[in-house]
T-cell receptor, first 114, second 111 residues
Framework: DAGVIQSPRHEVTEMGQEVTLRCKPISGHNSLFWYRQTMMRGLELLIYFNNNVPIDDSGMPEDRFSAKMPNASFSTLKIQPSEPRDSAVYFC???FGQGSYEQYFGPGTRLTVT | SQQGEEDPQALSIQEGENATMNCSYKTSINNLQWYRQNSGRGLVHLILIRSNEREKHSGRLRVTLDTSKKSSSLLITASRAADTASYFCATDKAAGNKLTFGGGTRVLVKP
């Protein structure tokens, strides 16, 4: 199994630009999570989907952030416009079932906004 | 605020020694999980303990859960240099609910 796949692995962009992060969950998993990790705030859940439907987006910082899951094998997290404070490592994770089961994490996308 | 808080924040031990870290949480939980994160990598699930369980083992890992004290501990026995990583606890408030991660304990195992 290839595991959770994220792209790009690294992204450097200028403030104001649009950033799109991509995730392919493990085949057969029906829940997908987007997390953000920083030294200051630790690991924060941004949003999670179950069967392609957003279940909880209370962690999405503001309207600049949006996430979609058009099908069971693909999800995107978009930041528009990006700001320096968005610099972080963004992780995607997936599992079978809802929420509280063992989660499988991708390698993360390190985002730097200058 | 984070549901789970690990203690200590950092731990340095010699190879072969045991490492113990604790996690405290604030509200009742359905289950508690422990994850490991190597530097620059994603988190890896280690063990899940349900609220009606008190102790669980997996290889060199031993996890305890005390729901009356709202705390859990992770013991790594006979540590190895490869155990160097950050360890996180994660809790959920109800079945099917989202996980909330603590701030982690950074463990350094010196050869």
């Amino acid at each position: 199994d290839a595991g959770v796949i994220q792209s790009p692995r690294h992204e450097v962009t200028e403030m104001g630009q649009e950033v799109t992060l991509r995730c392919k969950p493990i085949s057969g998993h029906n829940s997908l999570f987007w997390y953000r990790q920083t030294m200051m705030r630790g690991l924060e859940l941004l949003i999670y989907f179950n069967n392609n439907v957003p279940i909880d987006d209370s962690g999405m910082p503001e309207d600049r952030f949006s996430a979609k899951m058009p099908n069971a094998s693909f999800s995107t997290l978009k930041i528009q416009p990006s700001e320096p404070r968005d610099s972080a490592v963004y992780f995607c994770a997936s599992t079978f079932g809802q929420g509280s089961y063992e989660q499988y994490f991708g390698p993360g996308t390190r985002l730097t906004v200058t | 605020s984070q549901q789970g808080e690990e203690d200590p924040q950092a731990l340095s031990i010699q190879e072969g020694e045991n490492a113990t870290m604790n996690c405290s949480y604030k509200t009742s939980i359905n289950n508690l999980q422990w994850y490991r994160q190597n530097s620059g990598r994603g988190l890896v699930h280690l063990i899940l303990i349900r609220s009606n369980e008190r102790e669980k083992h997996s290889g060199r890992l031993r996890v305890t859960l005390d729901t009356s004290k709202k705390s859990s501990s992770l013991l790594i026995t006979a540590s190895r240099a490869a155990d160097t990583a950050s360890y996180f606890c994660a809790t959920d408030k109800a079945a099917g609910n989202k996980l909330t991660f603590g701030g982690g304990t950074r463990v350094l195992v010196k050869p």
